[in-house]
């Protein structure tokens, strides 16, 4: 299972929610605030968070950070308990977390500009 790493989550952050303007130490903060639910884990329960926790959590799924999943354990009584968990995507993570190499101005008719002037005149053949 791979692992993410502090400096990895600080860069996926920087990749969403630091371009609408939070200060790098604000996202070193979050990093290290969302790192705390999770160690070296991928999921973290639901039941381990209060409300303000829970509505960073959801905008960090809105961000594609974490998704949810549910499963559903009979308990003593006969009754369904549903258990819900956060988990991150590493995956995506890791992707944010690799620079961003500026994509280069493909123009489909640059060859054209190495071919020289004289190519273009046109000769008709003798008669």
């Given at each position: ?102 994509k280069a101005d493909v123009n489909a008719f640059a060859v054209y500009d190495s071919l020289p002037d004289d190519i ?8």
């Open positions: 299972m791979p692992v993410v790493t502090m400096s990895e989550t600080v860069a996926a952050l920087r990749a969403t929610v630091g371009k609408r303007g939070m200060a790098e130490e604000d996202l070193r903060a979050l990093a290290d605030y969302l790192m705390s639910f999770f160690g070296f884990e991928t999921e973290a329960i639901d039941n381990n968070l209060d409300v303000a926790d829970r509505d960073v959590f959801y905008m960090l799924e809105e961000e594609g950070l974490l998704t949810t999943r549910q499963e559903e354990v009979m308990i003593k009584k006969g009754k369904m308990w549903r258990i819900h968990y956060w988990i991150l995507r590493v995956e995506r993570i890791k992707a944010l977390a690799k620079p961003q190499r500026p273009w005149t046109r000769q008709l053949p003798a008669r």
